[in-house]
Nanobody, 124 residues
Framework: QVQLVESGGGLVQAGGSLRLSCAAS????????MGWFRQAPGKEREFVAA????????NYADPVKGRFTISRANAKNTVYLQMNSLKPEDTAVYYC?????????????????WGQGTQVTVSS
């Protein structure tokens, strides 16, 4: 059974940093793609970043470009999201997702597996 487990969320002041982790188990995702999404209260889930496992190519949503970095650790089957210069508008539940297609996508419906989410709260 495939599981994606996020960790690393918490409360941080504006300007601070957090690193989220997503540990994948149940199958190997090498050769496929992983993504991070977020959902704030009353809003739809939105794309944050994605990475192609095979060559590490990435894509970012405009609001996080230059502040967030997605990476992966092949041996650990883990994907990370380093978040710097956090802003109050980054407050949301952050979800890890995996898709069984070797290409990056920003569309939620194109992902096959989802984690349970981790809360990130940025205070002003």
């Amino acid at each position: 059974q495939v599981q994606l487990v996020e960790s690393g969320g918490g409360l941080v002041q504006a300007g601070g940093s957090l690193r989220l982790s997503c540990a994948a188990s149940g199958r190997t995702f090498s050769g496929y793609a992983m993504g991070w999404f977020r959902q704030a209260p009353g809003k739809e889930r939105e794309f944050v970043a994605a990475i192609k496992w095979s060559d590490g190519s990435t894509n970012y949503a405009d609001p996080v470009k230059g502040r967030f970095t997605i990476s992966r650790a092949n041996a650990k089957n883990t994907v990370y999201l380093q978040m710097n210069s956090l802003k109050p508008e980054d407050t949301a539940v952050y979800y890890c997702a995996a898709r069984l297609t070797p290409s990056i996508s920003m569309w939620t419906r194109s992902y096959d597996y989802w984690g349970q989410g981790t809360q990130v709260t940025v205070s002003s």
